[in-house]
């Protein structure tokens, strides 16, 4: 069971020794997840260019898409 709300409405908060208490203490303080600044992880210059699309599509075709044909086949 999760005790963290999904909304920035509600807290985390519980009477002493509960624990939800235990589980605010545990994360220095945080009540909820929008407490904390949220940043954005995906970088363009690793993951955006056309080029690194089309390795991971030749990737998939060889290691992926190949193999499960020859296993298909009984190879």
């Excluded at 260019?49 to 044909?69: C, Q």
Aim: proline share 7%.
């Amino acid at each position: 069971m999760g005790l963290y709300p999904i909304t920035p409405k509600y807290k985390v908060q519980g009477p002493e020794g509960s624990k939800q208490e235990m589980t605010v203490k545990f994360t220095g303080g945080m009540r909820s997840f929008f407490d904390i600044p949220v940043g954005n992880v995906y970088d363009d210059k690793i993951a955006g260019p056309k080029k690194r699309i089309e390795e991971v599509n030749s990737y998939f075709r060889k290691e992926i898409a190949e193999k499960h044909k020859d296993l298909v086949k009984g190879k």
